[in-house]
């Protein structure tokens, strides 16, 4: 349960310690906010998965919206799967 988090973790002070510190230096602000929204979006998703509370939308849905056009991709170019 707890084991997705010490990778989660791990790769957050990565970057703080690695990226985080030096675009604050540099107030390169914008790269910095959308780093940490990705980073909040990890950490969403594996708190999510971590204590299986299932709040968040499964990633997976959205590929399967395009799986007619994937097939229909195929079967326009001949292509074999």
């Known amino acids: 349960m707890f084991l997705i988090l010490w990778p989660l973790l791990g790769f957050t002070l990565l970057?703080?310690?690695?990226?985080?510190?030096?675009l604050a230096r540099k107030k390169q602000w914008k790269d910095l906010g959308i780093a940490s929204f990705i980073m909040l979006i990890a950490w969403l998703y594996g708190v999510d998965l971590g204590?299986?509370?299932q709040l968040m939308p499964n990633p997976l849905d959205?590929?399967?919206l395009f799986n007619?056009?994937?097939?229909w991709y195929y079967n326009f170019f001949h292509l074999s799967a």
């Not at 007619?68 to 097939?71: A, H, S, Y």
């Open 62 to 64: 959205f590929f399967q």
């Open 15 to 22: 970057f703080i310690f690695m990226e985080g510190r030096d």
């Open 68 to 71: 007619g056009i994937d097939k």
């Open 51 to 53: 204590w299986d509370l």
